[in-house]
């Protein structure tokens, strides 16, 4: 007998479990038009309010998975991801991609736009000049080859399921769906052929979910469901109550990494989630026989230069500039105000509202508000003083970079009201602070 699509959300409606033909059935309509917006937008909301069973959960992702293309590779090395539910000022993947990538592993890093208070990785390459964040499955298949890693977005041909999927979510307020989360996001990197996986679960006020106790459900589910389907996976839980690093936006936060990667200045918080993750997945993929190895092995990369000598290499292969890592300045959009706001007082940085700083970003124009917004490579903020930071006439809050006076001044009242100026020292929280496996 037929499936019928409007029989089969009826049943997820009433509260049903479906099965793994029906989920296939409901996918492959997603993807060949064979249900409508209509139906799509009925399915995603049964699906938010009744969820999804384990089993189910592990069926709706490997049916999205097999929507398109499922990269087969033939290396010799293993191929390893890292995924982060984003945050403000999260630039690990820039750097995360390249260490792996230098200690033996191949890196086919499927990145994301921002949207709301969050940037994505995907921005932030867009403003290194030619840099091509959209290649075929060929291309990319070529730059892992001769590179190591490649950071680059969903083509048309991975989990195509999902893209439509997320944009009939975010049209019918489906999007927190936790068992549709785990579906977008692992499909992606099943789609491409990975041996392990290291999630970035993040909670806090910068994060999409600010409580640790949902959080923690997220991870659960994604380590569950990519177990299910055959791809090792560990989350690590990490803090986003302050901006990682010391800057927000996108130019401004791919600087930030070249310097990281040349260790100019390395930012303790994003230096300690960057190892964390990075040694998780070294082990994971078999290169190291514990995190203690993969860690000094990472460290080694990095000192070594051959971390940067890896995005480099990247960022050419995938048209940028050949010198990049050598004169990044010249290359990076600049704002043309760029200037410092003062506390109100003198002190410590007690908190931020992380949130806040992640929107005085959208405000300057670094993030999109809406999915049509043209994003400003240039504008963010430099120079963040972290929670317990001494603050004052010598150590400003941040630097703010703007289009204009009125882009500043808007960016100094909010970033002001954002963070909180106290006496004392501030209460000190690990940027890891779990882990799921």
Request: include cysteine.
């Given at each position: 007998?037929?499936?019928?699509?409007?029989?089969?959300?009826?049943?997820?409606?009433?509260?049903?479990?479906?099965?793994?033909?029906?989920i296939?059935f409901?996918?492959?309509g997603?993807?060949?038009?064979?249900?409508?917006?209509?139906?799509?937008?009925?399915?995603?909301?049964?699906?938010?309010?009744?969820?999804?069973?384990?089993?189910?959960?592990?069926?709706?992702?490997?049916?999205?998975?097999?929507?398109?293309?499922?990269?087969?590779?033939?290396?010799?090395?293993?191929?390893?991801?890292?995924?982060?539910?984003?945050?403000?000022?999260?630039?690990?993947?820039?750097?995360?991609?390249?260490?792996?990538?230098?200690?033996?592993?191949?890196?086919?890093?499927?990145?994301?736009?921002?949207?709301?208070?969050?940037?994505?990785?995907?921005?932030?390459?867009?403003?290194?000049?030619?840099?091509?964040?959209?290649?075929?499955?060929?291309?990319?298949?070529?730059?892992?080859?001769?590179?190591?890693?490649?950071?680059?977005?969903?083509?048309a041909?991975?989990?195509?399921?999902?893209?439509?999927?997320?944009a009939?979510?975010?049209?019918?307020?489906?999007?927190?769906?936790?068992?549709?989360?785990?579906?977008?996001?692992?499909?992606?990197?099943?789609?491409?052929?990975?041996?392990?996986?290291?999630?970035?679960?993040?909670?806090?006020?910068?994060?999409?979910?600010?409580?640790?106790?949902?959080?923690?459900?997220?991870?659960?589910?994604?380590v569950?469901?990519?177990?299910?389907?055959?791809?090792?996976?560990?989350a690590?839980?990490?803090?986003?109550?302050?901006?990682l690093?010391?800057?927000?936006?996108?130019?401004?936060?791919?600087?930030?990494?070249?310097?990281?990667?040349?260790?100019?200045?390395?930012?303790?918080?994003?230096?300690?989630?960057?190892?964390?993750?990075?040694?998780?997945?070294?082990?994971?993929?078999?290169?190291?026989?514990?995190?203690?190895?993969?860690?000094?092995?990472?460290?080694?990369?990095?000192?070594?230069?051959?971390?940067?000598?890896?995005?480099?290499?990247?960022?050419?292969?995938?048209?940028?500039?050949?010198?990049?890592?050598?004169?990044?300045?010249?290359?990076?959009?600049?704002?043309?105000?760029?200037?410092?706001?003062?506390?109100?007082?003198?002190?410590?940085?007690?908190?931020?509202?992380?949130?806040?700083?992640?929107?005085?970003?959208?405000?300057?124009?670094?993030n999109?508000?809406?999915?049509?917004?043209?994003?400003?490579p240039?504008?963010?903020?430099?120079?963040?003083?972290?929670?317990?930071?001494?603050?004052?006439?010598?150590?400003?809050?941040?630097?703010?970079?703007?289009?204009?006076?009125?882009?500043?001044?808007?960016?100094?009242?909010?970033?002001?009201?954002?963070?909180?100026?106290?006496?004392?020292?501030?209460?000190?929280?690990?940027?890891?602070?779990?882990?799921?496996?």
């Amino acid at each position: 007998m037929s499936l019928l699509p409007a029989e089969v959300i009826r049943r997820k409606r009433d509260g049903a479990t479906l099965t793994r033909e029906e989920i296939a059935f409901l996918v492959d309509g997603i993807t060949h038009q064979g249900l409508s917006d209509a139906q799509v937008g009925a399915l995603a909301m049964a699906l938010f309010l009744r969820g999804m069973e384990a089993g189910e959960r592990v069926a709706l992702t490997e049916a999205m998975r097999d929507s398109g293309t499922v990269i087969a590779w033939d290396l010799d090395r293993p191929v390893l991801d890292k995924h982060s539910t984003g945050g403000v000022g999260d630039k690990v993947s820039l750097m995360l991609a390249p260490i792996v990538a230098a200690c033996g592993g191949a890196v086919p890093m499927i990145s994301g736009r921002g949207l709301g208070h969050t940037g994505g990785t995907l921005d932030k390459l867009d403003s290194v000049p030619g840099y091509d964040t959209t290649p075929g499955v060929d291309e990319l298949r070529r730059v892992v080859r001769v590179a190591g890693c490649a950071i680059v977005g969903q083509t048309a041909d991975l989990a195509p399921a999902d893209r439509r999927l997320y944009a009939i979510r975010d049209a019918t307020g489906t999007v927190e769906s936790i068992p549709l989360i785990v579906a977008s996001i692992l499909s992606k990197k099943l789609a491409a052929g990975l041996d392990a996986l290291v999630m970035d679960v993040k909670f806090g006020s910068g994060a999409f979910m600010a409580e640790r106790a949902a959080a923690e459900e997220l991870a659960r589910a994604l380590v569950e469901v990519a177990g299910g389907a055959g791809l090792p996976t560990v989350a690590l839980l990490t803090d986003m109550d302050q901006v990682l690093g010391s800057s927000a936006g996108n130019a401004v936060e791919v600087l930030e990494s070249v310097e990281y990667l040349n260790g100019t200045r390395r930012d303790p918080r994003l230096h300690e989630v960057t190892l964390a993750l990075a040694a998780s997945l070294l082990v994971q993929g078999g290169l190291y026989a514990d995190e203690d190895a993969a860690r000094v092995a990472a460290e080694q990369s990095l000192d070594s230069g051959a971390a940067a000598e890896r995005f480099g290499r990247m960022v050419a292969e995938l048209g940028g500039p050949a010198d990049f890592m050598e004169r990044p300045g010249e290359h990076l959009a600049a704002a043309p105000l760029v200037r410092a706001v003062e506390p109100e007082r003198t002190g410590v940085v007690q908190a931020m509202d992380c949130r806040a700083v992640g929107l005085v970003v959208t405000g300057l124009g670094g993030n999109r508000a809406k999915e049509s917004d043209v994003i400003d490579p240039a504008v963010g903020l430099s120079q963040i003083a972290g929670v317990g930071a001494n603050v004052g006439p010598d150590r400003a809050l941040a630097v703010v970079h703007a289009r204009d006076q009125a882009g500043f001044e808007a960016a100094e009242r909010a970033l002001r009201a954002a963070v909180r100026v106290g006496d004392g020292a501030a209460e000190a929280r690990p940027a890891v602070a779990g882990r799921i496996e």
